[in-house]
């Protein structure tokens, strides 16, 4: 046994598994209060406190975690959705005056309601519903006084509603007919129905986020028009030629806000993963980006009322959740809310290095590959890999409590973001589609190549963890090439396309046949990329775990998986979670489902 495998211990994940996170901050209208989302209570619900400072307070109390939320531009009341156990069919709720008690706007629990944007002057909200068709969004209009929701325009497969316009009169739409990754943008007039194409295009298009002017005049949106990475591009109110007003070569365009004088816009840029932030004037001019606050992941970024500052959730590898405040003026840096250690050494985190490895065809893909600060023993050091979901995701130095678990335990984390990822541009991104679906799994084969040949590394102990997509790529990597790994680890993972694509969510099917492919096209080649179908190959031990409402992979994935090896013999756990979806979003459930984790690797890494 190696001095390694006898220091790993598997109680010793308990005090990661005690971090919290808050996530998803909103400032009202009048600039004096931080909403944001918390999962203190054991899973997410919001908090306030006054954006000056002062102390936070709980200010719902759902059975059920909260998703979104968003201030009235009007008051303080703030919109809010729950879903049931994970599966994405989120309610509506209301919850005046920041204090309640919570006003359920739907009800119809086997419904998604899909939030959009309130109207400027708060009497109205705009929404997405697949009430009339389970396959399809439908737009809704509700009118708070009387909470009547009237059905704008029917859908056809995916529509959400990104804002209204500022004469309250017609809404700015995003639409996904083909796929997530071809998508149209549109003004819907709310009396009319009718839609009018707002940035037309050649080839495929993404629109990640828009922000609408004030003075009618059109808006801005964070998209690859025209482009292989995501930039942002000025449109008119009535479609027609847009303008280019900022772009960085190699990088995306993440998020974006437009401040409240119209004279501002700040953005987020990925940096490998990393985000910065930067801002310009309205016209794409005097660029300026900002330094100094702890590297890692921003997800979003709103202006304070004012204009003067920005407000923005930051995580990093080594840094815990938080939210901050940047003064664009001097260009300080403050944390308004954080979340402390839980009794772990955040002092010895680890961040990680981008590393490139050459695949079968010449390409270089990138991974994140997080080094343990003890030295290696004899052996080398044990390897976990994680391969992200998706698979249109990126793996990002967001914090991570099981990676940095892990490194505290002398076990190296090796994070790749194979082909198919978001983040390296459209071409990248674009390269694993439908028939090229095993080019990826060609690409973890070659980055496990080279890290076994190294010599601080235990090419005998290297395993592989996923989630969702992610674990279809453990499924595939265990049966493509069963003598290269020790273990893996799939969470609500796809064994069989076929099967995935007749029983998920129907909403998001097309989106998922234009990824994976149309059964009824690829029949033959669904079934080839299928490892349910290679299963007897697999030699390593296996857990699996997989939430009995999981909207996106259902559980029967899983559940075939662990008949089919339980009936080879083959050594395969399985832990099944009840009332979570595609995760686990109460800290019951992940102490449960990390421990078995922790478990699983202290007895076969």
């Not at 390694?4 to 990661?16: E, G, K, L, Q, Y």
């Not at 619900?45 to 936070?56: E, M």
């Not at 609408?212 to 930039?231: E, I």
């Not at 065809?361 to 080094?371: I, N, T």
Request: with cysteine.
């Amino acid at each position: 046994m190696s001095r390694m495998m006898s220091t790993f211990d598997a109680a010793a994940i308990a005090p990661f598994l005690e971090i919290r996170s808050v996530k998803s901050p909103a400032i009202s209208p009048d600039g004096t209060l931080l909403a944001y989302l918390c999962d203190a209570s054991g899973f997410n619900q919001i908090w306030i406190r006054p954006l000056a400072g002062g102390a936070a307070r709980q200010v719902t109390d759902m059975p059920e975690p909260v998703g979104a939320l968003a201030f009235n531009p009007k008051s303080r009341d703030i919109l809010f959705t729950t879903d049931c156990g994970g599966d994405e069919r989120h309610q509506l709720w209301l919850l005046p005056d920041t204090s309640g008690p919570p006003v359920a706007l739907t009800d119809a629990l086997g419904v998604v309601h899909l939030w959009g944007a309130w109207s400027p002057d708060g009497q109205r909200i705009a929404y997405a519903s697949n009430a009339r068709s389970p396959h399809d969004m439908d737009i809704h209009v509700m009118d708070l006084s009387t909470q009547v929701a009237t059905c704008v325009r029917e859908g056809d497969s995916m529509r959400e509603v990104l804002a209204f316009f500022p004469d309250g009169q017609s809404l700015l739409v995003r639409e996904s007919l083909r796929s997530g990754n071809d998508q149209d943008m549109y003004r819907l007039d709310i009396a009319t129905g009718r839609l009018t194409p707002l940035m037309p295009h050649q080839g495929r298009a993404r629109y990640l986020a828009a922000r609408l002017f004030k003075d009618g005049s059109g808006g801005l949106a964070v998209c690859d028009q025209g482009s292989d990475f995501m930039g942002i591009r000025q449109f008119p109110a009535e479609g027609g030629e847009t303008a280019n007003i900022f772009e960085q070569p190699g990088s995306n365009v993440e998020a974006l806000a437009l401040s409240p004088d119209q004279q501002k816009i700040a953005f987020v840029l990925n940096d490998e993963g990393w985000s910065r932030i930067g801002l310009c004037d309205r016209d794409g001019g005097s660029i300026r980006m900002f330094e100094g606050h702890p590297p890692g992941v921003v997800a979003s970024l709103a202006f304070t009322p004012d204009s003067r500052s920005l407000v923005f959730p930051l995580e990093g590898a080594a840094t815990l959740p938080g939210i901050w405040k940047l003064d664009p003026e001097n260009g300080s840096f403050e944390p308004l809310v954080t979340v402390d250690g839980a009794g772990t050494d955040t002092g010895s985190f680890v961040e990680p290095l981008v590393e490139r490895f050459e695949s079968f065809d010449g390409r270089m893909v990138p991974a994140l590959v997080y080094q343990p600060t003890s030295p290696p023993p004899e052996t080398g050091y044990p390897v976990l890999f994680i391969v992200h979901g998706g698979p249109e995701m990126q793996w990002k130095p967001d914090f991570r409590a099981d990676v940095q678990f892990l490194v505290s335990q002398g076990v190296m984390v090796v994070a790749p973001n194979v082909r198919g990822s978001t983040g390296y541009g459209r071409a990248w991104h674009e390269l694993d589609d439908r028939e090229k679906r095993m080019d990826s799994v060609a690409d973890l084969r070659a980055i496990r190549l080279a890290i076994g040949a190294r010599k601080d590394v235990n090419a005998a102990r290297i395993g592989i963890f996923g989630r969702s997509y992610g674990g279809f790529m453990v499924l595939s990597a265990l049966t493509e090439d069963p003598d290269l790994w020790a273990l893996g680890v799939d969470f609500y993972g796809v064994c069989n396309f076929l099967t995935h694509l007749l029983a998920t969510g129907p909403w998001g099917r097309q989106q998922r046949a234009a990824e994976y492919g149309e059964p009824a096209v690829m029949r033959e080649a669904l079934e080839r990329f299928s490892p349910i179908n290679r299963i007897a190959r697999m030699k390593a031990p296996l857990l699996l775990v997989h939430a009995n409402r999981d909207p996106r992979v259902p559980i029967g994935e899983s559940e075939t998986v662990y008949s089919c090896l339980s009936g080879l013999r083959h050594p395969c756990e399985y832990l099944r979670v009840d009332h979570e979806g595609h995760g686990f979003a109460r800290i019951e459930n992940r102490r449960t489902v990390f421990s078995a984790f922790a478990r699983f690797l202290e007895k076969h890494l």
